[in-house]
Protein backbone atom coordinates (compact mmCIF):
# COMPACT_ATOMS: atom_id res chain seq x y z
CA UNK A 1 0.00 0.00 0.00
CA UNK A 2 1.49 3.60 -1.08
CA UNK A 3 1.83 5.83 2.02
CA UNK A 4 -0.72 8.77 1.59
CA UNK A 5 0.76 11.63 0.80
CA UNK A 6 0.21 14.64 3.02
CA UNK A 7 -1.70 17.98 2.42
CA UNK A 8 0.27 19.96 4.57
CA UNK A 9 3.41 18.92 3.44
CA UNK A 10 2.53 19.67 -0.09
CA UNK A 11 1.19 23.38 0.84
CA UNK A 12 4.40 23.68 3.18
CA UNK A 13 7.17 22.71 0.35
CA UNK A 14 5.38 24.14 -2.65
CA UNK A 15 4.27 27.55 -0.89
CA UNK A 16 8.17 27.60 0.07
CA UNK A 17 9.58 26.97 -3.58
CA UNK A 18 7.23 29.22 -5.27
CA UNK A 19 8.87 32.03 -2.22
CA UNK A 20 12.19 31.20 -3.66
CA UNK A 21 11.22 32.20 -7.08
CA UNK A 22 9.47 35.37 -6.18
CA UNK A 23 12.02 36.26 -4.39
CA UNK A 24 14.29 35.72 -6.92
CA UNK A 25 12.63 37.27 -9.54
CA UNK A 26 12.08 40.74 -7.16
CA UNK A 27 15.75 40.43 -6.84
CA UNK A 28 16.15 40.69 -10.68
CA UNK A 29 14.12 44.01 -10.03
CA UNK A 30 16.12 45.03 -7.15
CA UNK A 31 13.43 44.33 -4.58
CA UNK A 32 12.10 41.74 -2.51
CA UNK A 33 9.08 39.51 -2.60
CA UNK A 34 7.52 41.08 0.12
CA UNK A 35 7.76 44.52 -1.22
CA UNK A 36 6.44 43.17 -4.35
CA UNK A 37 3.29 41.81 -2.25
CA UNK A 38 3.17 45.20 -0.40
CA UNK A 39 3.02 46.87 -3.60
CA UNK A 40 -0.15 44.80 -4.51
CA UNK A 41 -1.88 44.58 -1.99
CA UNK A 42 -2.08 48.48 -1.76
CA UNK A 43 -4.94 50.16 -3.58
CA UNK A 44 -3.54 52.00 -6.78
CA UNK A 45 -5.78 54.66 -7.22
CA UNK A 46 -7.18 54.79 -3.51
CA UNK A 47 -4.29 53.82 -1.18
CA UNK A 48 -4.77 51.42 1.61
CA UNK A 49 -5.33 52.27 5.45
CA UNK A 50 -1.67 51.11 7.40
CA UNK A 51 -3.64 49.27 9.98
CA UNK A 52 -5.68 47.15 6.89
CA UNK A 53 -2.38 46.05 5.15
CA UNK A 54 -0.91 43.95 7.80
CA UNK A 55 -4.05 41.93 8.32
CA UNK A 56 -4.61 41.37 4.56
CA UNK A 57 -1.37 40.75 3.77
CA UNK A 58 -1.11 37.93 6.49
CA UNK A 59 2.32 39.96 8.49
CA UNK A 60 2.74 41.16 11.83
CA UNK A 61 2.75 44.77 12.17
CA UNK A 62 6.76 45.04 13.03
CA UNK A 63 7.67 43.28 9.90
CA UNK A 64 5.27 45.02 7.75
CA UNK A 65 6.79 48.69 9.27
CA UNK A 66 10.04 47.66 8.58
CA UNK A 67 8.92 47.16 4.96
CA UNK A 68 6.83 50.25 4.71
CA UNK A 69 10.03 51.91 5.77
CA UNK A 70 12.24 50.56 3.46
CA UNK A 71 9.46 51.32 0.65
CA UNK A 72 9.23 54.83 1.48
CA UNK A 73 13.43 55.23 1.09
CA UNK A 74 12.85 53.76 -2.26
CA UNK A 75 10.38 55.85 -3.51
CA UNK A 76 7.55 53.47 -3.59
CA UNK A 77 4.85 55.11 -1.18
CA UNK A 78 4.24 58.11 0.74
CA UNK A 79 2.20 58.71 4.11
CA UNK A 80 -1.64 60.64 3.91
CA UNK A 81 -3.30 60.98 7.05
CA UNK A 82 -6.67 58.87 6.93
CA UNK A 83 -9.26 61.66 5.77
CA UNK A 84 -12.36 59.69 7.74
CA UNK A 85 -9.52 59.12 11.20
CA UNK A 86 -7.60 61.61 12.22
CA UNK A 87 -5.33 59.19 14.24
CA UNK A 88 -4.54 56.89 10.97
CA UNK A 89 -2.49 56.87 8.53
CA UNK A 90 -2.86 55.87 4.07
CA UNK A 91 -0.23 54.32 2.46
CA UNK A 92 0.15 55.61 -1.10
CA UNK A 93 1.32 54.26 -4.39
CA UNK A 94 3.78 57.09 -5.94
CA UNK A 95 4.03 56.64 -9.72
CA UNK A 96 6.91 55.01 -9.50
CA UNK A 97 5.39 52.41 -7.07
CA UNK A 98 2.44 51.82 -9.16
CA UNK A 99 5.28 51.34 -12.02
CA UNK A 100 6.54 48.94 -10.16
CA UNK A 101 2.84 47.48 -8.85
CA UNK A 102 2.57 46.39 -12.70
CA UNK A 103 6.26 44.61 -12.93
CA UNK A 104 4.78 42.70 -9.76
CA UNK A 105 1.29 42.59 -11.53
CA UNK A 106 2.85 40.53 -14.43
CA UNK A 107 5.11 37.98 -12.58
CA UNK A 108 2.30 36.85 -10.73
CA UNK A 109 0.11 36.59 -13.73
CA UNK A 110 3.22 34.71 -15.54
CA UNK A 111 3.52 32.42 -12.66
CA UNK A 112 -0.20 31.66 -12.75
CA UNK A 113 -1.13 30.97 -16.59
CA UNK A 114 2.07 28.49 -16.89
CA UNK A 115 0.42 26.39 -14.26
CA UNK A 116 -2.67 27.18 -15.88
CA UNK A 117 -1.34 26.33 -19.46
CA UNK A 118 -0.30 22.72 -18.43
CA UNK A 119 -3.76 21.46 -16.77
CA UNK A 120 -7.81 21.12 -17.20
CA UNK A 121 -9.40 23.80 -15.24
CA UNK A 122 -11.04 21.52 -13.23
CA UNK A 123 -8.35 19.97 -11.94
CA UNK A 124 -7.28 23.67 -10.94
CA UNK A 125 -11.06 24.35 -9.49
CA UNK A 126 -10.44 21.23 -7.50
CA UNK A 127 -7.03 22.79 -5.67
CA UNK A 128 -9.35 25.87 -5.24
CA UNK A 129 -11.90 23.70 -3.35
CA UNK A 130 -9.28 21.91 -1.32
CA UNK A 131 -7.72 25.25 0.10
CA UNK A 132 -11.04 26.49 0.38
CA UNK A 133 -12.21 23.79 2.56
CA UNK A 134 -9.04 23.68 4.63
CA UNK A 135 -9.51 27.86 5.27
CA UNK A 136 -13.20 27.12 6.28
CA UNK A 137 -12.39 24.15 8.75
CA UNK A 138 -9.76 25.92 10.27
CA UNK A 139 -12.12 28.92 10.45
CA UNK A 140 -14.60 27.32 12.47
CA UNK A 141 -11.80 25.57 14.74
CA UNK A 142 -13.12 22.28 13.71
CA UNK A 143 -9.78 20.39 13.12
CA UNK A 144 -8.51 20.33 16.26
CA UNK A 145 -11.67 20.08 18.68
CA UNK A 146 -11.25 16.97 20.02
CA UNK B 1 -15.85 38.12 -15.80
CA UNK B 2 -14.96 36.98 -12.53
CA UNK B 3 -10.96 37.94 -11.55
CA UNK B 4 -9.60 34.59 -11.65
CA UNK B 5 -8.10 33.11 -8.28
CA UNK B 6 -4.66 33.14 -7.88
CA UNK B 7 -2.68 30.00 -7.23
CA UNK B 8 -0.34 31.53 -5.14
CA UNK B 9 -1.85 33.90 -2.82
CA UNK B 10 -4.43 30.54 -2.26
CA UNK B 11 -0.88 28.39 -1.56
CA UNK B 12 0.37 30.83 1.00
CA UNK B 13 -2.69 31.87 2.77
CA UNK B 14 -3.45 28.04 3.36
CA UNK B 15 -0.17 26.94 4.38
CA UNK B 16 -0.09 30.56 6.77
CA UNK B 17 -3.43 29.31 8.51
CA UNK B 18 -2.42 25.80 8.42
CA UNK B 19 1.29 26.82 9.99
CA UNK B 20 -0.94 29.22 12.46
CA UNK B 21 -2.84 25.76 13.34
CA UNK B 22 0.04 23.33 13.95
CA UNK B 23 1.38 26.08 16.45
CA UNK B 24 -1.62 26.50 18.34
CA UNK B 25 -1.52 22.46 18.22
CA UNK B 26 2.42 22.49 19.97
CA UNK B 27 1.59 24.98 22.72
CA UNK B 28 -0.53 22.91 23.73
CA UNK B 29 2.14 20.39 24.50
CA UNK B 30 4.47 23.32 25.30
CA UNK B 31 6.20 22.75 21.99
CA UNK B 32 6.14 24.33 18.54
CA UNK B 33 5.21 23.57 14.98
CA UNK B 34 9.38 23.23 14.18
CA UNK B 35 10.06 21.19 16.74
CA UNK B 36 6.77 18.90 15.97
CA UNK B 37 8.08 18.98 12.72
CA UNK B 38 11.63 18.14 13.53
CA UNK B 39 10.60 15.29 15.57
CA UNK B 40 9.00 13.78 12.13
CA UNK B 41 11.66 14.30 9.93
CA UNK B 42 14.33 12.46 12.01
CA UNK B 43 14.21 8.63 11.58
CA UNK B 44 12.49 7.18 14.61
CA UNK B 45 14.77 4.26 14.50
CA UNK B 46 17.91 4.91 12.68
CA UNK B 47 18.52 8.89 13.56
CA UNK B 48 19.36 11.41 10.52
CA UNK B 49 22.59 12.71 9.86
CA UNK B 50 22.00 16.64 11.16
CA UNK B 51 23.28 17.98 7.56
CA UNK B 52 20.57 16.28 5.58
CA UNK B 53 17.85 17.57 8.05
CA UNK B 54 17.91 20.98 7.32
CA UNK B 55 17.38 20.44 3.59
CA UNK B 56 14.75 17.76 3.98
CA UNK B 57 12.80 20.21 6.06
CA UNK B 58 13.35 23.28 3.73
CA UNK B 59 14.44 24.95 6.59
CA UNK B 60 18.16 26.87 7.03
CA UNK B 61 21.47 25.69 9.28
CA UNK B 62 20.99 29.13 11.59
CA UNK B 63 17.67 28.33 12.47
CA UNK B 64 17.70 24.59 12.68
CA UNK B 65 20.79 24.51 14.60
CA UNK B 66 18.89 26.78 17.21
CA UNK B 67 15.50 23.98 16.87
CA UNK B 68 18.09 21.02 18.17
CA UNK B 69 19.78 23.19 20.79
CA UNK B 70 15.91 23.48 22.14
CA UNK B 71 15.32 19.80 21.50
CA UNK B 72 18.73 18.55 22.80
CA UNK B 73 17.80 20.68 26.33
CA UNK B 74 14.32 19.65 26.78
CA UNK B 75 15.61 15.73 26.15
CA UNK B 76 13.94 15.13 22.70
CA UNK B 77 17.14 14.25 20.42
CA UNK B 78 20.99 13.91 21.48
CA UNK B 79 23.82 13.56 18.87
CA UNK B 80 26.09 11.15 18.06
CA UNK B 81 28.98 11.18 15.57
CA UNK B 82 28.03 9.72 12.05
CA UNK B 83 29.42 5.70 11.79
CA UNK B 84 30.33 6.93 8.47
CA UNK B 85 31.54 10.54 8.41
CA UNK B 86 34.07 11.04 11.69
CA UNK B 87 32.79 14.38 10.85
CA UNK B 88 29.71 14.31 10.55
CA UNK B 89 26.77 14.13 13.16
CA UNK B 90 24.03 11.96 14.01
CA UNK B 91 20.43 13.20 15.63
CA UNK B 92 18.75 11.02 17.72
CA UNK B 93 15.40 11.00 19.46
CA UNK B 94 15.69 10.18 22.74
CA UNK B 95 12.27 7.65 24.35
CA UNK B 96 10.80 11.20 25.03
CA UNK B 97 11.38 12.28 21.90
CA UNK B 98 9.64 9.35 20.39
CA UNK B 99 6.69 9.36 22.30
CA UNK B 100 6.57 13.29 21.17
CA UNK B 101 6.88 12.20 17.78
CA UNK B 102 3.69 10.24 18.23
CA UNK B 103 1.49 13.24 19.63
CA UNK B 104 2.52 15.25 16.36
CA UNK B 105 2.06 12.45 13.74
CA UNK B 106 -1.65 12.24 15.46
CA UNK B 107 -2.01 15.91 15.13
CA UNK B 108 -0.26 15.59 11.05
CA UNK B 109 -2.37 12.43 10.45
CA UNK B 110 -5.99 14.34 11.91
CA UNK B 111 -5.66 17.23 9.83
CA UNK B 112 -5.07 15.08 6.76
CA UNK B 113 -7.94 12.86 7.63
CA UNK B 114 -10.26 15.35 8.65
CA UNK B 115 -10.19 17.33 4.82
CA UNK B 116 -9.91 14.20 3.51
CA UNK B 117 -13.23 13.08 5.11
CA UNK B 118 -15.32 15.78 3.62
CA UNK B 119 -13.35 15.69 0.01
CA UNK B 120 -13.82 13.25 -3.09
CA UNK B 121 -10.96 12.11 -3.26
CA UNK B 122 -10.53 12.55 -7.08
CA UNK B 123 -10.51 16.32 -6.30
CA UNK B 124 -7.40 15.47 -3.36
CA UNK B 125 -5.65 13.65 -6.48
CA UNK B 126 -6.07 16.78 -8.45
CA UNK B 127 -4.69 18.84 -5.77
CA UNK B 128 -1.55 16.92 -5.52
CA UNK B 129 -1.68 17.16 -9.27
CA UNK B 130 -1.76 21.10 -8.89
CA UNK B 131 1.15 21.35 -6.15
CA UNK B 132 3.57 18.28 -7.91
CA UNK B 133 3.48 20.44 -11.06
CA UNK B 134 4.54 23.86 -9.93
CA UNK B 135 7.40 21.85 -7.94
CA UNK B 136 8.14 20.43 -11.05
CA UNK B 137 8.13 23.37 -13.02
CA UNK B 138 9.98 25.59 -10.88
CA UNK B 139 12.49 22.52 -10.60
CA UNK B 140 12.93 23.01 -14.17
CA UNK B 141 13.02 26.49 -13.93
CA UNK B 142 10.70 26.84 -16.42
CA UNK B 143 8.58 29.63 -14.85
CA UNK B 144 10.22 33.15 -15.47
CA UNK B 145 13.07 31.87 -17.85
CA UNK B 146 12.27 34.61 -20.85
Chains 1, 2 share one sequence.
Not at 11 to 31: C, F, G, M, P
Not at 56 to 67: K, V
Not at 97 to 124: A, C, H, M, T, W
Request: glycine share 4%; hydrophobic share 40%.
Amino acid sequence: MQKEKSIDHALRATWQAVAKIYNEQAAKHDSTMAVAMALLYIDAEKGTASTALGPSMGMEATSLSRILKSMEERGLIYREKNPEDGRGVFIKLTAFGIEKREVSKESVYKFNQKIRDKLDPVKIDHFFEVTDLINELICEKSIFKD
